[in-house]
């Protein structure tokens, strides 16, 4: 059920009960995507789940996986979960040897593909192959773990791709992925954002399609100021 105003909220399924995943995943039906990360404990100090598991949760879904691979050699792994029929497969630019390559891969496979960037990595390198990509993830934390703080200091940088993919007519989705809740979504929005990872500002509401509504108006009503 996507947002006419063109702002999507992704709730991140780590911070959902991972022991009652269907109750869970029925719980935001009103999302745009769940957001699902896998992490192999090299890349990022953190291990989640494999293509098993994201298999699993793509045939109890209501809503299209928006997958974030925290992984070394995507150029391997990444083809797999678009074969499962993820709708879109994200990569991290700092793990990849040739993401115009690899995201070409994913979208004749048929997944939208995306590309993340880590806190500190510069995204002026992306700006002449903006194209090749349906999004581009600008992290708001330092990957691997969830609940940790906002970074404001993050906003320049997508404040310029944004900019950029303006200038260019791009029509690249910018998805921020870290801390975003209704006390900091209005920042990311103003900053060029258009899709919005949440954990627990949706998973921990008594009413996560309501949260998720709130979140949308929120970043719609800032982007309009």
Do not use: C
Not at 31 to 50: E, Q, R, S, Y
Not at 92 to 102: G, Q
Not at 121 to 128: E, F, K, S
Not at 198 to 218: E, H, T, Y
Request: net charge negative; proline share 6%.
């Amino acid at each position: 059920m996507s947002d006419p105003t063109g702002f999507r909220v992704n709730p991140s399924i780590l911070a959902a009960d991972f022991v009652n995943m269907q109750a869970e995943l029925a719980r935001i039906d009103g999302a745009d995507f769940v957001h699902v990360d896998v992490m192999d404990n090299h890349f990022v100090p953190n291990l989640t789940f494999g293509s098993q598991m994201v298999g699993r949760i793509q045939q109890t879904s209501p809503v299209p996986l928006d997958v974030h691979l925290m992984i070394d050699a995507p150029e391997r792994w990444a083809p797999e979960y678009a074969e499962l029929g993820a709708a879109s497969v994200t990569f991290h630019l700092e793990a990849a040897a040739e993401p115009v390559a690899l995201a070409r891969r994913l979208r004749e496979i048929g997944a939208r593909a995306g590309v993340a960037v880590k806190p500190s990595t510069p995204v002026d390198g992306l700006y002449d192959v903006l194209d090749e990509f349906d999004q581009i993830l600008v992290m708001t934390v330092e990957p691997g773990f969830g609940g940790q703080s906002f970074m404001p200091e993050t906003m320049p940088k997508l404040r310029a791709l944004s900019e950029e993919a303006r200038r260019r007519g791009s029509a690249v989705w910018l998805q921020v992925d870290g801390g975003i809740s209704a006390s900091t979504i209005a920042q990311a929005s103003e900053a060029g954002a258009d899709t919005f990872v949440a954990g627990s500002a949706v998973f921990g509401s008594d009413d996560p399609d309501a949260a998720i509504r709130s979140l949308r108006a929120m970043a719609s009503r800032a982007h309009r100021h």
